[in-house]
T-cell receptor, first 113, second 113 residues
């Protein structure tokens, strides 16, 4: 069966712009989580969505937001981009919230110039 | 604050050697622990999931153990191969409303032919 699909794979944006990333979870999975990975900080949790509701949020500024659609696909938006937002953004798919095995997509590499 | 530590940060071994990667966590009230592999610039591949009620899980040449009381997990790789070269990450999950995973910084493994 198809895995977790993230689009686009690569993005280059300018400071001050906004960006939207997309994640399609494994079919039948209802939980989608987003993580930011940087060399210095490692993997840090952004937020989790389950049944179209944000269930959990990490310690990131309000410029980072997300949503989940009725088909479980999720989008993440970052507004007013800063150089420090350059990172690999990873999406994780789970069948249920919090308790089951997480499967990750290939990520979106965002570069802010 | 839950913290996950992985030691060593990097490891280089000759092909064929058996090796152990270590993961420790500060809060023993975990729900599960998951080991991942990450190749450069790629997403995370799930290797093993251990529920809090389990002591170990095995998949092929991989064996992961969990000791909740001491806050430790190990990933044992038997008969290492150059294709095992990657960064190995452990992540703990606390279940319930706290659905996110907390990751260690990883161990970068290099297996020399």
């Amino acid at each position: 069966k198809a895995g977790v699909t993230q689009t686009p794979r690569y993005l280059i944006k300018t400071r001050g712009q906004q960006v939207t990333l997309s994640c399609s979870p494994i079919s039948g999975h209802r939980s989608v989580s987003w993580y930011q990975q940087t060399p210095g900080q490692g993997l840090q949790f952004l937020f989790e969505y389950f049944s179209e509701t944000q269930r959990n949020k990490g310690n990131f500024p309000g410029r980072f937001s997300g949503r989940q659609f009725s088909n479980s696909r999720s989008e993440m938006n970052v507004s007013t981009l800063e150089l420090g937002d350059s990172a690999l953004y990873l999406c994780a798919s789970r069948k249920a919230q919090g308790t089951t095995e997480a499967f990750f997509g290939q990520g979106t590499r965002l570069t802010v110039v | 604050k839950q913290e996950v530590t992985q030691i060593p940060a990097a490891l280089s071994v000759p092909e064929g050697e058996n090796l152990v990667l270590n993961c420790s966590f500060t809060d023993s009230a975990i729900y599960n622990l998951q080991w991942f592999r990450q190749d450069p610039g790629k997403g995370l591949t799930s290797l093993l999931l251990i529920q809090s009620s389990q002591r170990e899980q095995t998949s092929g040449r991989l064996n992961a153990s969990l000791d909740k009381s001491s806050g430790r997990s190990t990933l044992y790789i038997a008969a290492s191969q150059p294709g095992d070269s990657a960064t190995y990450l452990c992540a703990v999950g606390y279940g319930g409303s706290q659905g996110n995973l907390i990751f260690g910084k990883g161990t970068k493994l290099s297996v020399k032919p």
